[in-house]
């Protein structure tokens, strides 16, 4: 009786019960709209310049570039105007010297190179072709050149819909001459240099993205609202009225488009409510964040996404098998084992390393229905060096795991209900219902592979007085794939149009 009990009573402490769920929808709206008047509050809301959503129609091929890390991807997207497109697209591996290139013009020129050995391997004839009329002095249209999306993740201070000077590099990247200049400037530059035919049309949030690749694939004629991912981070971007981004009027050197009177929005809702005043906590989220790169930041995504959640259930693990009246991986002997062997965790287990447990374990955890949990039990020998692990131990991990799960969805609810409610789109609009729908496009190994994760998200929308079941129905949930290739070349389209006043 001992396990079960002490797993339940861990497994209590990361309830999240419906007065508390109400408490954060509303701490998250108030902290929206803070975000919207001024700089400096803990949920940045950052203007992206970005004044529209396609719905499904737009037509033509458009270029999309990706540095995100260690790899720079390129690729061209045809779309074909009925929600669906092609994808064509070259990744390479960025050498470490180029990560700490003397100069930031050696990196962009190595980016532009890519881009033209793309050019030249998968649209050669229209490559020729602008060079053949550069050579002859020929003007060019605009529809000659490539309108490109370039998806940078790296922070920036965005001033236009592609203009961004780099605050600080991240993820091994350090060229000093880069910090302070615009981004897609120094990419512009190198393209022109090379001659090829591409404008870079825009610089994309792969969040922004996502909201824009859903919109464009979604089905009917409503536009999404909410682009939003939950996986190794978390964040969400949305549709907002121009009016109510105020502090747009305060920042200097500022160039957008108006004629929509909207502006997609990202919230960088990771760090929500850094100041703790309505978000749940443990004392294994606090041991996480203590010894985190960023103690007392991020503290929504600490969490949320999956970054964290394999760590803190480690952690609430290692707390039963220290606690006495647990007897997790114990056993006084071995007939009390439906293994008929001895329980034994190694002095090197995984389970001893600060993040050795993956959060893909959540997953597999959850989704483990075996009548002995066979899947769970022989997860923890393979990867946690575990032997023997009997089915109440199993059972003993499924609960605690399980309660981290369902705490990430629900206050991923917080996130969606609070931007449906803010934006006025809990209430109905009527007409058809298929046309009376919240869009929200999602992204993330979370929600794409934790078993039950929407289900429990809608379970704590339905606990939402302003949305109740019939609001919940009323928002649509898609995947929305590729943010940073289809999202980029779509916020590319949108930047051309209003470049020419369409």
């Known amino acids: 009786m001992g396990l079960k009990a002490e797993a339940q009573r861990v497994a209590a402490e990361f309830e999240y019960p419906p007065e508390e769920l109400k408490k954060g929808v509303k701490a998250f709206i108030d902290q929206m709209d803070e975000g919207l008047q001024r700089t400096g509050t803990s949920m940045s809301q950052i203007p992206t310049y970005v004044t529209a959503v396609p719905n499904g129609t737009e037509k033509g091929l458009y270029l999309a570039v990706d540095l995100g890390g260690t790899n720079f991807r390129v690729c061209s997207i045809d779309l074909h105007g009925n929600t669906t497109f092609s994808l064509t697209q070259q990744k390479v591996a960025i050498p470490k010297e180029m990560m700490t290139a003397q100069t930031s013009q050696e990196l962009f020129a190595f980016l532009a190179r890519q881009i033209e050995n793309f050019l030249k391997a998968h649209h050669d004839d229209h490559y020729q072709a602008h060079i053949e009329r550069v050579k002859t002095g020929e003007k060019h249209s605009g529809h000659d050149i490539f309108q490109l999306g370039f998806t940078f993740s790296f922070p920036v201070n965005q001033i236009g819909i592609n203009k961004g000077t780099l605050a600080r590099w991240t993820k091994g990247f350090d060229i000093n001459d880069a910090i302070g200049k615009d981004v897609c400037e120094l990419l512009q530059k190198e393209i022109n240099a090379l001659g090829l035919p591409v404008k870079v049309a825009a610089l994309v949030n792969d969040t922004v993205g996502t909201l824009m690749a859903r919109s464009y694939t979604s089905p009917g004629k409503t536009g999404t609202l909410l682009g939003a991912i939950f996986g190794t981070g978390t964040n969400g971007a949305y549709v907002e009225e121009l009016s109510k981004v105020k502090k747009l009027e305060t920042m200097k050197g500022t160039t957008y488009d108006t004629s929509t009177g909207q502006m997609i929005v990202n919230t960088e809702w990771g760090s929500f409510d850094n100041q703790m005043s309505v978000l749940p906590d443990t004392p294994y989220d606090n041991g996480l964040d203590k010894e985190s790169v960023n103690p007392g930041i991020q503290m929504f995504e600490k969490r949320v ?150 289900e429990y998200v809608r379970e704590a929308l339905r606990e939402i007085p302003q949305l109740g079941k019939e609001g919940e129905k009323r928002v649509r949930i898609g995947i929305a794939k590729d943010g940073s290739g289809v999202g980029a070349a779509l916020i590319a389209l949108v930047a051309a149009k209003a470049e020419r006043g369409e």
């Not at 969606?416 to 007409?431: F, P, Q």
């Not at 046309?435 to 993330?444: F, I, N, T």
């Open 305 to 454: 996404s999956g970054m964290f959640l394999g760590e803190i259930l480690r952690r609430a693990i290692v707390d039963l098998i220290k606690n006495p009246k647990a007897t997790l991986f114990k056993d006084e002997d071995s007939s009390n084992n439906t293994l008929h062997s001895t329980t034994c965790i190694a002095d090197d287990s995984a389970l001893y390393k600060r993040w050795g447990l993956d959060t893909s374990f959540l997953s597999i955890v959850a989704a483990d229905n075996t009548p002995d949990l066979r899947v769970i039990r022989q997860t923890l020998t393979k990867d946690m060096d575990v032997d023997a692990a009997s089915i109440e131990d199993a059972q003993a991990v499924k609960t605690v795991a399980v309660a981290i799960g369902k705490r990430s969805a629900r206050l991923s609810a917080v996130a969606i209900g609070a931007i449906v409610i803010s934006t006025g789109h809990h209430i109905s609009k009527g007409g058809p219902p298929e046309e009376d729908v919240v869009d929200v496009g999602v992204d993330g190994s979370l929600v794409e592979f934790y078993p039950g994760f929407e």
